[in-house]
Structure formats: C-alpha cells, structure tokens
C-alpha cells in the first residue's frame, strides 16, 4: 500500500523518453489518483475568487470592492507560514490512523465544507461581512489543503514522472472548476426558474450548499488511498530542535542547493502567473457589465473553456516529458501573456457568444500549457526531506504578488476601462520571457 520514491532535487532537464513512454506516464496509479484528489483541490477555489465574483457583482456590489476582496486569495500566497506545521505536526488522534499527508488533507476538506456552508446561508447584498469570513476560512483551508496534497504528490513518484502527475492534477483540478464554475451558475439558475437574471440570495444558497455537497468524495478518496512511506526525521529533543527541523532546515536547504541562482528561480516563479492571475480577477465581473448570462458563461467560460484548458494540460504534460520543462515554460509565457489580448477584442465586440468561446478557447489552452509545465518545474525544486514546506513556499511565491496586484484592479478598471486594464495584463508578462530565458541557461548547466 506505501510507495516511496527515492528522489530528492533535480534538474528540471528530465532525460528524453519516447511517446510512448511518455503516454504511459498517465495510467499510473500515482497519476490517476491525483486526478481524483485534484478534483478535491480545485473545487474552493472559484467558489472564494471567480464564481463569487460574479456572484458578488451580481447582487450590486462594486468593482472595487471586489477586486478587494480577492484579497482573500492571498491566503495560497502566504500559506508558507504554516507550510511547516502541516508538514511535521501530527493531528491527535486522525495521524495515528491515517498517517501524516492524508489526515491534514481530511481535516481541511472537512473545515473547506463547512465554510461553504456558511457563504451559502449569508446574502452580500445584505451583510458582507460574515460572507467574507467564511470564504477566508474555506481559502485558508484550500491552502493547507493544497500544502498537504502537493507533499503528498511528489512524495508519489520519482522527479521525472512529477510532468505526468502535474498534468493528472490539473486535469482534475480543471473537472472541478467545471463543477465550481459551470455547475455551480446552472444551479443557482435553475434555483432561481424562469428569470434566471439578476440577484437571488435563495438560489445561490441552494448552490452553493450543492458544492459544500461535492466535497464528499474528495474525502472518501483520501480515506482510500495509501499514505506514501514516511520521510524518516530525527525525533527533536526540544522546542528549539523542532523550530530548526520544521522551519529553519527546509528553507537553508533550498539556499545550500541553489545558492545565488536561488534569487532568479525566486523572481521567476514570483511573475509567471502575473497576466493570467490580475487579468482573472475581473473577468466574471467583465462577463455581467458585457451583459453575459449565468447559463451563457456556465457554457462557454467554465465548460468549453474548462475542457480547452484540460487538453492544454495534456499537451503540456506530454510536450514536457518529451522535451523538457524549461522549454515548455517559455511557451506556456509567451502563450499567456499573448492570449489577453485577445480580451480587448472582446471588449469592443460585446455581447457575443462566438466570440466568447474563441477568446476563452485561445485563453485556456494557453493557461492548461503553462500550468502543467511550471507545477512540473516547481516540483523539480523540492527536496523529499521538507516537500510539504518548500513546495507550499515556491507555490505561495507564485501567488502572493499578483494577488497583491489584483486587488486593484476593480480601480484601474473603473479609471481606465476593460481595454485598457486588458492590455496591460499582456505587458506585465514581458519580463516573464526573460527570465525563463535565464533560468533555462542555470538548468542547462546543472
């Protein structure tokens, strides 16, 4: 039932293997799980950030403010701080009978349920406040559940399978965000009958009671599957001993390794995600102001566009494999950045179904590329000994600046309009290229 790779850091130049190698990658037992699980971590995440952004803008409240209160997102940007403790504290009584990676990832489904349970019953247009609460709670409960289940990932398989286990948790990350996105508007439309428009607090409460639901399996599945072999740690005598094995250790390790390049690997994972992340923020609200309807976007935005983004993870777990992760990199960045633009098409078109599924068709794809190649290349970077904390570190870095950024965007929308705010997500990819570029030439030396 244990499985335990032996690898500790590599290079993220993984050697060549044949297509067909390369394919069998995803009929591994660690790979099909992770589609499962990876449905469990994609599911809060629209529910705190996208969907309730339309939901947000729906019942009245302004731009700015939303853009706010994507703040909450910030939680994945600094869930860092806590990396550790999920990594080596145990959870009295649940660790003993479930082992260290599985009975934190049970405990965060269970709180991420509850939080979902509490947006449902508390209206926006009413009292902000508490929906706010709850959906930091399920934020911050995504997060420790993403730290567990990232350890949990790469402690699965060896280093040069991670492009294929990458792509198997994208793709069931993106199921989810099917359900999340696309099930979650069809419910609150049918909810709400025949005039599916406008604000009706009865009808995203039976919505988002249906996701607090859905959690259920992705319990069930961590109740299933095997705990990977327990990395071996020295038993600390003291206070002190732990805070150096929990804390300090795992971020000297990465400086031991990297060195000054660790300054560049930084930087780079700290802005990859920039154009898509800012951009994100304001794309439901876009999609209302745009006059664009719950059903329209559920079909179009978080089903088609969904699936665009599942074949872009598949191609770029594949196209990983087979010639490597730096070079993948670079094409999911210029894809990225260059895929916003399309957005400012959008804005002059207007209300336009076809147009909607090109531009979420181009966009997509693009982000399923990039996401599957640099979850593969932040895997490469870990050590096994601290995988929990120094995944939950770099992934954080991903996050923490354009979430920052994000916030205000509902400003610069509002001062400058959708174009405007459009093209500028483009441009902030720029310096994106450069750094890959220089990455690319410290792997090829490793």
């Not at 350890?151 to 280093?159: G, K, L, N």
């Not at 390049?261 to 700290?270: C, F, G, S």
């Not at 990039?370 to 995988?387: E, K, V």
Request: aromatic share 10%.
């Amino acid at each position: 039932m244990s499985e335990a790779p032996s690898h500790t850091a590599a290079p993220a130049q993984a050697p060549a293997r044949t297509w067909r190698e390369a394919l069998r990658l995803y009929l591994q037992p660690a790979s099909l799980r992770m589609l499962a699980l990876g449905f469990a971590a994609g599911l809060p995440l629209l529910l705190v950030l996208g969907t309730l952004s339309f939901r947000l803008r729906e019942a009245g409240i302004d731009r700015s403010t939303i853009g706010y209160l994507s703040w909450v997102g910030l939680a994945y940007g600094v869930k860092w701080m806590w990396a550790p403790l999920v990594d080596r504290m145990p959870i009295p009584w649940l660790t003993r009978r479930l082992g260290r990676r599985r009975s934190w990832l049970l405990l965060s489904q269970t709180v991420v349920a509850g939080g979902l349970v509490g947006m449902a019953f508390n209206d926006p247009s009413q009292l902000l406040g508490p929906l706010v609460a709850c959906a930091l709670a399920v934020a911050v409960a995504s997060a420790t559940q993403d730290i567990a289940l990232d350890a949990y990932r790469i402690e699965s398989a060896e280093v040069d399978a991670q492009a294929a286990l990458a792509a198997s948790y994208q793709t069931g990350y993106r199921l989810a965000m099917i359900w999340a996105g696309a099930g979650v508007l069809w419910i609150a439309a049918w909810a709400q009958g025949e005039q599916a428009t406008g604000y009706a607090q009865a009808a995203w409460q039976v919505a988002y009671l249906v996701m607090a639901a859905s959690m259920l399996p992705g319990m069930l599945m961590v109740l299933g599957s095997p705990e990977p072999v327990p990395v071996p740690m020295k038993p600390a005598r003291n206070l002190a001993e732990w805070l150096q094995g929990a804390l300090i250790d795992p971020f000297a390790d990465f400086w031991r390794r990297y060195r000054w390049q660790a300054l560049l690997v930084l930087a780079l994972i700290a802005v990859y995600r920039i154009s898509d992340v800012v951009m994100g923020i304001m794309a439901n609200p876009f999609y209302v102001d745009m006059g664009f309807t719950k059903t329209e976007v559920a079909s179009v935005t978080k089903v088609y566009g969904v699936v665009m983004t599942l074949v872009g993870a598949f191609v770029g777990g594949v196209l990983s494999a087979r010639w490597g992760v730096m070079r993948i990199l670079m094409l999911g960045a210029v894809l990225s950045a260059a895929s916003n633009m399309l957005f400012v098409w959008l804005s002059g078109v207007g209300h336009d179904v076809t147009a909607l599924i090109w531009v979420i068709s181009a966009d997509n794809l693009a982000s399923g590329i990039a996401s599957a190649a640099f979850i593969a290349y932040l895997s490469s970077l870990t050590n096994i000994s601290y995988s929990a904390t120094q995944y939950a570190l770099l992934s954080s870095m991903m996050l923490l600046l354009p979430k920052f950024i994000a916030g205000f965007s509902g400003d610069y929308v509002d001062a400058y309009g959708y174009a405007s705010f459009f093209t500028a997500t483009a441009w902030l990819g720029g310096p994106v290229l450069l750094l890959v570029a220089l990455a690319s030439r410290v792997h090829a030396r490793a």
